[in-house]
């Protein structure tokens, strides 16, 4: 079966931090490039990271460049997004999304691949 799991998720205070993983089985991942979204209630979801299979291009939104990091583990088939500095505001759920595609976030119908998503709740 073809999919994509993402895992990591849960309940932080601000001010912490989450790792997040987005893990493929019955694909190879690095042959995608790799978005992560998130969707929070009553707000369009919004793009947070991109990075291709080399990792020669990384682009963050711009609510989370400086916070949050995404990178490969390769032997894992594996994509992870290490989050930092956490607020109020990167509440949601995080979906991650494979697709041959360029630098950049896509409409949804543009990647091969979704996964089913995993909230992230920041609250003290």
């Known amino acids: 079966q073809l999919q994509l799991v993402e895992s990591g998720g849960g309940l932080v205070q601000p001010g912490g931090s989450l790792i997040l993983s987005c893990v493929a089985s019955?694909?190879?991942?690095?042959?995608?490039?790799v978005t992560w979204f998130r969707q929070a209630p009553g707000k369009v979801r919004e793009g947070v990271s991109f990075?291709?299979?080399?990792?020669?291009?990384?682009t963050y939104g711009d609510s989370v460049r400086g916070r949050f990091t995404v990178s490969w583990d390769n032997a894992k088939n594996t994509v992870h997004l290490q989050m930092n500095n956490l607020t109020t505001e990167d509440t949601g759920v995080y979906l991650c999304?494979?697709?041959?595609?360029?630098?950049?976030?896509?409409?949804?119908?543009?990647?091969?691949?979704w996964g089913q998503g995993t909230q992230v709740t920041v609250s003290s």
């Open positions: 999304a494979a697709g041959r595609l360029p630098s950049g976030f896509h409409p949804p119908y543009r990647y091969d691949y």
């Open positions: 990075i291709t299979p080399s990792s020669d291009t990384i």
């Open positions: 019955g694909f190879r991942l690095d042959h995608y490039a």
